[in-house]
């Protein structure tokens, strides 16, 4: 059974950091991207970040570039989004995604497994 597991989520002040994690079982890691959406209260989930294991190749969302950081552990078949410079703008349910591929997929609808979220809240 697939299954993803993120965590890490919480409250902190803009301009502060946080780093999700996103574990994931249930089938060969290295063979599929990992993604991370977001979705803010009345918004449409967006796309943030993307990496495939097999190559260690990314993809950022052009909003988060130099901000966030997408990093994986393949030994622990974990995918990490270190935020940094956090603003209120990023309050938002984070989701990470899996699709078996060796590119990234720009549209949700492009991978068939999620994660149950985690929220993030940026005060300002």
């Known amino acids: 059974e697939v299954q993803l597991v993120e965590s890490g989520g919480g409250l902190v002040q803009a301009g502060g950091s946080l780093r999700l994690s996103c574990a994931a079982s249930?089938?060969?890691?290295?063979?599929?991207?990992i993604a991370w959406f977001r979705q803010a209260p009345g918004k449409e989930r967006e796309g943030v970040s993307c990496i495939s294991s097999s190559d260690g190749s990314t993809y950022y969302a052009d909003s988060k570039k130099g901000r966030f950081t997408i990093s994986s552990d393949n030994a622990k078949n974990t995918v990490y989004l270190q935020m940094n410079s956090l603003k209120p703008e990023d309050t938002a349910v984070y989701y990470c995604a899996a699709a078996k591929s060796y590119g990234c997929y720009a549209n949700d609808w492009e991978y068939p497994y999620w994660g149950q979220g985690t929220q993030v809240t940026v005060s300002s």
């Open positions: 249930g089938f060969p890691f290295d063979d599929y991207v």
